[in-house]
T-cell receptor, first 113, second 111 residues
């Protein structure tokens, strides 16, 4: 089974802090994604990557950056946390973005105070 | 662009059947997916259907696909309290976005 691991289940950060969310997958997937989930808004794509050192903006990239130095790891960075970034962050990966489903981690619930 | 619509809430009694509906826009989608999200967890792939199929059954789950109307449904037979969750419909999108998700249907099962 594919395992996508997000390093933290819960995080509490202060406004203005730089926040790092880590995600690791163990199935040699080339494609990795970061989503944000909010009630009533569903999943919104922040950033994705189709290869090492490659990144593409999703629908809501503002205030974020990403890092993909190794194939198995995809990090999401909140440059300066704000209270409106309090949310659930979901990482996902897939082998084939055309014909395969996404496999999700358990999510990181971030609270910014 | 692609859009996936689903109702936000559904409430059923334990033992009844649940039907969660979804409409999508991209007729070129090869696969359509149903994901389940339990409280505090990530999304778990529940089932999927290939676009050349009309129906797929997997134990208590039945997926129906009407390509003409771009309508997808998930039926859960003999719904249990453990089925309480948010259910997401998703289709393969075009361009760089592989999956487009609906906003999710929150299923509440009343004992």
């Amino acid at each position: 089974d594919v395992k996508v691991t997000q390093s933290s289940r819960y995080l509490v950060k202060r406004t203005g802090e730089k926040v790092f969310l880590e995600c690791v997958q163990d199935m040699d997937h080339e494609n990795m994604f970061w989503y944000r989930q909010d009630p009533g808004l569903g999943l919104r794509l922040i950033y994705f990557s189709y290869d090492v050192k490659m990144k593409e903006k999703g629908d809501i990239p503002e205030g974020h950056s990403v890092s993909r130095e190794k194939k198995e790891r995809f990090s999401l960075i909140l440059e300066s946390a704000s209270t409106n970034q309090t949310s659930m962050y979901l990482c996902a990966s897939t082998m084939d973005r055309e014909n395969s489903p996404l496999h999700f981690g358990n999510g990181t619930r971030l609270t910014v105070t | 662009g692609e859009d996936v619509e689903q109702s936000l809430f559904l409430s059923v009694r334990e033992g009844d059947s649940s039907v969660i509906n979804c409409t999508y826009t991209d007729s070129s989608s090869t696969y359509l997916y149903w994901y389940k999200q339990e409280p505090g967890a990530g999304l778990q792939l529940l089932t999927y259907i290939f676009s050349n199929m009309d129906m797929k059954q997997d134990q208590r789950l039945t997926v129906l696909l009407n390509k003409k109307d771009k309508h997808l449904s998930l039926r859960i037979a003999d719904t249990q309290t453990g089925d309480s969750a948010i259910y997401f419909c998703a289709e393969i999108g075009g361009g760089n976005t592989p999956l487009v998700f609906g906003k999710g249907t929150r299923l509440s099962v009343i004992a």
